[in-house]
C-alpha cells in the first residue's frame, strides 16, 4: 500500500503566501518523477510543476516567479511555495508521484487534495 497526504491548504489573503506538503508513506522502494496539480471548479485538473529525482523542476506558465516545487528524497515528501496569491489560484490542489513499490511495481499515485482558497 501506498499513500500520497497533502497538507497545508487554507484561506489566504489576495499576495498572501502558503506551503503545501505531500508525504508519501507504504511500501516505497523509489519514487521517481513528483508533480502539483489542480483542479478549480468547474474546470479540468491542469499541471502546476513537476520535479525529477534530481531535482531538475519545470513550471506552467501561471506558476513561474511564484511558485516553487521542491522535495525532500530522505522523507519522502515534496513541497509547494505558493507566493504572491491571486483569487484565481483558488483551486484543490493535488501531488502526484511515480513511484515504485517494495515488490518492484510502478504505478502514478494521487493524494486526496488540500484545498487552496484566495479571497480577494
Known amino acids: 500500500q501506498v499513500q500520497l497526504v497533502e497538507s497545508g491548504g487554507g484561506l489566504v489573503q489576495a499576495g498572501g503566501s502558503l506551503r503545501l506538503s505531500c508525504a508519501a508513506s507504504g511500501s516505497i522502494r523509489s519514487i521517481d518523477t513528483m508533480a502539483w496539480y489542480r483542479q478549480a471548479p468547474g474546470k479540468q485538473r491542469e499541471l502546476v510543476a513537476f520535479?525529477?529525482?534530481?531535482?531538475?523542476?519545470n513550471y506552467t506558465d501561471f506558476a513561474k516567479g511564484r511558485f516553487a516545487i521542491s522535495r525532500d528524497n530522505a522523507k519522502n515528501t515534496l513541497y509547494l511555495q505558493l507566493n504572491g496569491l491571486k483569487p484565481e489560484d483558488t483551486a484543490v490542489y493535488y501531488c502526484?508521484?511515480?513511484?515504485?513499490?517494495?515488490?518492484?511495481?510502478?504505478?502514478?499515485?494521487w493524494g486526496q487534495g488540500t484545498q487552496v482558497t484566495v479571497s480577494s
Open positions: 520535479i525529477t529525482i534530481g531535482g531538475s523542476t
Open positions: 502526484n508521484a511515480g513511484i515504485t513499490t517494495t515488490w518492484n511495481r510502478r504505478s502514478i499515485y
